[in-house]
């Protein structure tokens, strides 16, 4: 009988026992757990500092920005053309008005040729040189056709990867001393050869 009492004791503390043993283990576990989650936790903090940096760090190889940034290059490229198609057209003024000067029909026809001076007409002919090299660099810069043209040969302008000046400087010398002993060779072989024909012919 006494036996029969002590069972259900055994039995319990064995119930104890794994239930504590359960909980070892599951506290084992959390703790476990929670050494993944702490060592992990700095790289997911790595993760998103690298993240936030990609997101605020340029894009070089963006369209849209290496447009907006070959821009002002293309309207400067605009510029310098419409200053030089104003001062060609001036010039070309200039003369056709001193041509027309020298023959007298068309002075009779148009009197105002010879009534100004050749400094005057200069002047007159800059100025309307001037509006029509604009008006015309303005009419082919507003072509959508043109636009993408020019802001297409900017931006593969803007990629190219220029050489800095020991690059060209050495290049340089290697092509000046390249001609120097070319140029050599060229005047030794041909005093050579009219040497060896002067004695072939001169014999």
């Known amino acids: 009988m006494a036996s029969d009492k002590d069972s259900p004791k055994n039995s319990n503390d064995a119930s104890e026992e794994t ?26 903090r790595q993760g998103e500092s690298a993240a936030r940096v990609t997101e605020t760090a340029p894009d070089v190889e963006d369209p849209e ?14 510029v310098l053309l419409a200053m030089v198609g104003s001062y060609i057209c001036g010039k070309l003024l200039d003369a056709a008005w001193s041509k027309l000067s020298d023959f007298p029909e068309v002075v009779r026809l ?51 990867t220029w050489p800095n000046k020991e690059t060209v400087t050495n290049g340089t010398i290697v092509v000046i001393v390249a001609g120097a002993v070319a ?10 050869w009219a040497y060896l024909t002067g004695l072939i012919y001169g014999a």
């Open 110 to 160: 148009i009197p105002v040729l010879i009534e100004y001076t050749e400094d005057e007409r200069g002047s007159i002919t800059l100025g309307i040189g001037a509006v029509l090299g604009v008006a015309l660099v303005l009419s082919y810069y507003r072509r959508p056709s043109v636009q993408t043209w020019a802001t297409d040969v900017a931006t593969e302008l803007a990629r190219v």
């Open 19 to 44: 239930s504590a043993s359960t909980t070892d283990s599951v506290d084992s576990g959390t703790g476990e757990s929670m050494m993944i989650d702490s060592s992990a936790e700095p790289l997911a």
């Open 65 to 78: 920005a290496l447009e907006l940034g070959v821009q002002r290059y293309v309207h400067v490229a605009f």
């Open 183 to 192: 140029t050599l060779y060229v005047a030794v072989l041909d005093r050579f």
